[in-house]
């Protein structure tokens, strides 16, 4: 089924991250070797309907680490799609339903404790195997809420590191899941960093804040989707967290309140000067005060932050 995604191989657009990766250009040559011959030693895994190969979704902002992994799932006989970001691969696994989901805990747009999150809370995927594979150590990574992986593989070495992520996935395979649940693989040197530990504590004291906003607020990224959304915005949207994150913002309003709602969003990502808008907004035939106050990162506006101040009327439709 087309999913208007990229899957399987990528060999082309390889980024050059500002963080090093744990694999290099030389590392790929060598895995696509050696994912190749264990490809032709392995049984090829089927999925449950007319022995569908298995499906994997990898979600990681690291272009080497996609390269490198994919060959090594695509050796070993796995349907590979990958994505760049959280919001990107919430909706690929929403479009392709995977068999088993990979996903790094650091990501832009949406972590992978946000990502997990949603995903718990989707029926479609409450029982979908999930790997966490990271650099930050097991510690680390719970200073990310929602990170309830099904199994921990550390990035590292490789080919040890293709080694415990092909044994984690085997593990799903082979075995029931309340057997294999939990494993944590590769792990054993690691030491959190407290400089890590110290950023990472911040950074969950300032989520803590936002999530305490009265009456809601929610995060729209550059590209209309919404990233963030408080336990406030969804009492006053009427739907549950998961349901909003990843949906579009104008998707919210009715139709003919659409191309005002898209303009002013795309004003305040563009403005070079970006100032706060205080509007008047329908949903569903309720209308809402909210304040849009652009997120300026690094002289660069990454998305609003939409603050729902609270209901000041009702539509004349609905009257």
Known sequence: METGYESSRIVTNHREDN???????????????????????????????????????????????????????????????????????????RAVKPDYIILDVVLPKLDGGRLCAALRQDVRFQRTPIISFSGLSPQDQT????????????????????????????????????????????YEDFRSRRIVSELLRERRHLVAILRALVPGALEVERGGSIAWVNAGAAAILGMT?????????????????QPRVRRLLADLVQSEEPAQVVTAINFDGRIVSARLVPIVEDATCSGVLVILEGEVGESADEN
């Open 19 to 93: 963080h090093l990766s744990p694999f290099s250009r030389q590392t790929v040559l060598f895995l696509a070797n050696w994912a190749a011959t264990l490809g032709a030693t392995m049984t090829v895994p089927h999925g449950k309907a007319g022995g569908a190969t298995k499906t994997v979704v990898l979600v990681d902002d690291d272009a080497m680490i996609l390269e490198a992994m994919t060959e090594v799932l695509s050796g070993a006989g796995y349907e590979v799609h990958t994505a760049r970001d959280g919001l990107e691969g919430l909706a690929l696994i």
């Open 241 to 257: 967290e998961s349901e909003l994150v990843g949906e579009a913002f104008v998707a919210l309003v009715p139709p003919a309140d």
């Open 143 to 186: 200073f990310f809420d929602g990170v309830k992986a099904d199994a921990y593989v550390a990035k590292g070495r490789l080919p040890v590191t293709a080694q415990n992520l092909l044994t984690a996935l085997r593990g799903f395979t082979e075995s029931r899941p309340e057997e294999v649940k939990g494993q944590v693989l590769g």
